[in-house]
């Protein structure tokens, strides 16, 4: 296999593109950012002719694989119709309609681009609801990239500070000083410290805000009773829940995390899984919150929000997934479990210490000596070197992941996907093995 056309592109773009990326976290990708050319189903091309089988899926977005039939039919139809209206269509209503029965705490939707802008706006509905400012965020937790929220996203161990009151860390130059004066940053999982924070400070707290599985950081699951402790303290001191279901929602299922964990927020924000790669993304929430924004007190616009197209997408894609509820679920659970318990009995076997997690088809690697990881701090001690060099060793192989350790399976992956994944993943630990030995 070679790259040498990527990497040839990679440096002659520089100059043309700051970095030779349009997003920070492409930088990343392991042995240099790659240029593609096509995708399908659960496959990959590089501009090189190489062709991988993808567990990436545009950072989440392809929950039904690359260019889904029903998705591109449906936008290709729209294109003939037109672009953007700047006014109302039936299909926004539509696709509002089936998001309300398909997710616990939606009575009312509002669409957006990026998942960036819901959370945005659920923050501002939440404010205005409560008439406080003060948010609780996770460390670890990624919310968006606005000054606001871009917040101890990945805090290195020199600036956290103690973990029962940490650091709040603005990761990028540029962030005004005072961004992170109206979020108040806790360890995940850890009910006690909340309930703590509430008995100090409750009646400023306008909401929790938090990934209900920590996607963002190793795939952390909730303990049993935390995503229940934050419902009843919202309740009890009458904060708003928000769930940001950016990854989680409709991959879970088709009601997202809520639908698993029996938990119901007061917001929740979608985007990763709503449209097929589409830039759509979705505030919903309960009536009492959202109608500020439907009254007008809580100002929410955008010239591309609704865009006919991506709704159109959007539309596609839910009518896919409800089209044929349990089969479609049954298969990405299925072939999530056998591909985490493939990786863990591969890893097992080569001596290699891991916790091989996740939930359904989100599937995580981390290499850790620990018997579990409950938060930020736990799983920011796992051996990211080695796994970055397994990650550049895979795509050799054929197989592209993210270097974070996070896998997505798709609708269109198959257990022949998997096989040959499972094959590659032994024959890379074999070879990093001797190389070790050596």
Known sequence: MTLEKSARW???NKQFLAGGVSSDVRKAELPHPLYFESGSGSRIRDVDGNEYIDYVLGQGPLLLGHSPGPVLEAVHRQLDRGLVFAGQHQAEAELARLLTQAIPCAERVRFNSTGSEAVITALRAARAYRGRNLVVKFEGQWHGWYDSLFVSTAPGPTQQGDRSSPNPVLPSKGQVANAADNLVVMPWNDLE???DLFARRGSEIAAILTEPVMCNSGS????PGFLEGLRSLCDRYESVLIFDEVITGFRLALGGAQEIFGVTPDLATYAKGIASGFTLSAVV??????DLISSGQVVHAGTYNSNPVVIAAGLATLQTLTGDREAVYSHLNRLGGRLRDGLEERLR?????????????????????RQALHDYREWA???DRTYQQLVTDLVY???????RGTWYVSTAHTDADVDRTLDAFALVLEDFRISLRA
């Open 349 to 369: 076997r080569a001596e290699v210490p891991a916790l091989v997690g996740g939930l359904g088809p989100v599937v995580q690697v981390s290499l850790t000596d």
């Open 193 to 195: 410290l909340l309930e």
């Open 381 to 383: 001690s796992r051996d």
């Open 220 to 223: 952390l699951m909730p303990r």
């Open 10 to 12: 990679y440096e002659e």
């Open 285 to 290: 929430g309960k009536a009492e919150v959202m």
């Open 397 to 403: 192989q054929g197989v592209r992941t993210t270097g």
